[in-house]
């Protein structure tokens, strides 16, 4: 089945540092999704890719959608301190039934350090 | 706007005990899916609907049911509730075009005793 490898696991950063994390994948997707979650909250979604190659930004957030549909990554500009929590990408793809199915990365846990 | 509305937000059932979540899609949206995710992991796949029909079957255990109302709203039904179902269960709604986007609500959090 499809998976998503999402990198890296965990960073622990200072506020005022720039981010990065991507996703790859073994399988085609045909849109890419970056989300964030807070403990105990629903994803909320950050960016949506839907082109080969396409570059979107919203605010200080900078995500890629992959030339070969495999991977995507997410640039985060300028931390500031409620930019802590988890990031997931997820793409948008075929299952066995045909159908979209969303399957979630492993998540990137961001962590500021005072 | 309005957003993906799930009920209840928190849950507390015994072993062998049934428990129903709902979830009210946003408006217009003609998709639901189902999404566990148990403490440290990402969102698995459950179970998702388009147009009340099931459209697709991620890790959902025989013991759950889903189904899509008229309304568009969706039930997860989960009977004899074991200790390992603990977990945020979340809903998400989408309108099935090319290029859709997929937006979660805040989920419910079943606690199993």
């Known amino acids: 089945g499809q998976q998503l490898n999402q990198s890296p696991q965990s960073m622990f950063i200072q506020e005022g540092e720039d981010v990065s994390m991507n996703c790859t994948s073994s399988s085609i997707f045909n849109t890419w999704l970056w989300y964030k979650q807070d403990p105990g909250e629903g994803p909320v979604l950050l960016i949506a890719l839907y082109k080969a190659g396409e570059l979107t930004s919203n605010g200080r957030l900078t995500a890629q959608f992959g030339i070969t549909r495999k991977d995507s990554f997410l640039n985060i500009s300028a931390s500031i301190p409620s930019d802590v929590g988890i990031y997931f990408c997820?793409?948008?793809?075929?299952?066995?039934?045909?159908?979209?199915?969303?399957?979630f990365g492993t998540g990137t846990r961001l962590t500021i350090i005072p | 706007a309005a957003g993906v509305i799930q009920s209840p937000r928190h849950l507390i059932k015994e072993k062998r005990e049934t428990a129903t979540l709902k979830c009210y899609p946003i408006p217009r949206h003609d998709t639901v899916y189902w999404y566990q995710q148990g403490p440290g992991q990402d969102p698995q796949f459950l179970i998702s609907?388009?147009?009340?029909?099931?459209?697709d079957k991620g890790s959902i255990p025989d013991r759950f049911s889903a189904q899509q109302f008229s309304d568009y709203h969706s039930e997860l039904n989960m009977s004899s509730l074991e200790l390992g179902d603990s977990a945020l269960y979340f809903c998400a709604s989408s309108f099935r075009v090319p290029g859709n986007t997929i937006y979660f609500g805040e989920g419910s959090w079943l606690t199993v005793v």
């Open positions: 997820a793409g948008l793809g075929r299952s066995n039934f045909g159908n979209e199915k969303l399957t």
């Open positions: 609907f388009y147009e009340k029909m099931q459209s």
